[in-house]
């Protein structure tokens, strides 16, 4: 019960020298925790159903991620940051603040 291929859209990128392996990963586990708290809620989302939905083991989790919290302050991050360039995609610096 792995993603699904729609919902792993993330291609590695690897500007800067990390491991493609391991952000690929963390991707997935950060995906499946967003949909399963969208779900569920925090409360009703323990990290084994993570694990599963992401199609590795818990123990993995914790190999990226310390607790349930940092995953949580890791995925605020992640959705923030995508928030943060969808919204500079279209920014015109060039037009005016009224206008925009």
Same mark, same amino acid.
């Given at each position: 019960?792995? %993603?699904?291929?729609?919902?792993?859209?993330?291609? /590695?990128? $690897?500007?800067?020298?990390?491991?493609? @392996?391991? +952000?690929?990963? +963390?991707? +997935?586990?950060?995906? /499946? /925790? %967003?949909? =399963?708290? &969208?779900? @569920?809620?925090?409360?009703?989302?323990?990290?084994?159903?993570? /694990?599963?939905?992401?199609?590795?083991? &818990?123990? +993995?989790? !914790?190999? !990226?991620?310390? $607790?349930? $919290?940092? =995953?949580?302050?890791?995925?605020?991050?992640?959705?923030?940051?995508? %928030?943060?360039?969808?919204?500079?995609?279209? !920014?015109?610096?060039?037009?005016?603040?009224?206008?925009?």
């Amino acid at each position: 019960m792995g %993603l699904e291929r729609s919902e792993r859209s993330f291609h /590695a990128k $690897d500007p800067m020298g990390t491991d493609k @392996n391991k +952000t690929t990963k +963390t991707f +997935t586990i950060l995906s /499946a /925790a %967003l949909i =399963l708290i &969208a779900e @569920n809620g925090f409360h009703h989302t323990p990290v084994s159903l993570i /694990a599963k939905k992401a199609g590795v083991g &818990a123990g +993995t989790i !914790y190999r !990226y991620f310390r $607790d349930k $919290d940092e =995953l949580i302050h890791a995925l605020f991050e992640h959705v923030e940051g995508r %928030l943060r360039r969808a919204f500079m995609e279209k !920014y015109d610096s060039e037009v005016s603040v009224r206008k925009k």
